[in-house]
């Protein structure tokens, strides 16, 4: 099976830099993906690793390491409306489906 | 634009009531997923679909069916509601690597 670890509460204020963490241990691998859910919507798409390294996509970034089962989300100029929770998750299985962590619930502070 | 609409926001159902939500997608997508999420748990799949009439059961199952007729839509049924089956409820599903989500349905059994 799938289970992944991601520390529950982050808090940074307006314009830092916040990285948050997940550790994953899976049966087979694909990649690792990140969504984020504002209080009462739906989650949303941010990244897709498959392969070791880091992706930008403006002010967010994913990083992979495989041989370390570990990935993290970097957000940049954190601004008020990045507070939010953010999950980790893999995909498995043909359909991917994907198991979710638990979230993150950042929270910016001015 | 992508789309996965769900058939209610909001739903109050008594215990022992049959309950069906409603998925519908606009993206010609092959595999369409049924999640809950409750608070510090994430999400949890609870079943997937990956052609028409093609079904499988996710990490938790009990207590729930599925229906997919249509390519575009897909059913999640509570046989017999529960309180513990109170819950939001998010369908989504699957281009590439990137899940789309519908806006989720509050579920309440009293």
């Known amino acids: 099976g799938q289970s992944l670890e991601q520390p529950s509460e982050v808090t940074a204020v307006e314009g830092a830099i916040v990285q948050i963490n997940c550790t994953y241990q899976t049966s087979g691998f694909y990649g690792l993906s990140w969504y984020q859910q504002h209080d009462g919507g739906a989650p949303t798409f941010l990244s897709y690793n498959a392969l070791d390294g880091l992706e930008e996509t403006g002010r967010f970034s994913s990083f992979l390491s495989r041989s370390d089962s570990y990935g993290y989300l970097l957000l940049q100029e954190l601004q008020m409306k990045d507070s939010a929770s953010y999950f980790c998750?893999?995909?498995?299985?043909?359909?991917?489906?994907?198991?979710f962590g638990s979230g993150t619930q950042l929270t910016v502070l001015p | 634009d992508v789309k996965v609409t769900q058939s209610s926001r909001y739903l109050v159902k008594r215990t022992g009531e049959k309950v069906f939500l409603e998925c519908v997608q606009d993206?010609?997508?092959?595999?369409m997923f049924w999640y809950r999420q409750d608070p510090g748990l994430g999400l949890r799949l609870i079943y997937f679909s990956y052609d028409v009439k093609m079904k499988e059961k996710g990490d938790i199952p009990e207590g729930y069916s599925v229906s997919r007729e249509k390519k575009e839509r897909f059913s999640l049924i509570l046989e017999s509601a529960s309180t513990n089956q109170t819950s939001m409820y998010l369908c989504?599903?699957?281009?590439?690597?990137?899940?789309?989500f519908g806006p989720g349905t509050r579920l309440l059994v009293l």
């Open positions: 993206m010609d997508h092959e595999n």
């Open positions: 989504a599903s699957t281009g590439g690597e990137t899940q789309y």
């Open positions: 998750a893999v995909p498995s299985g043909s359909a991917r489906q994907l198991t």
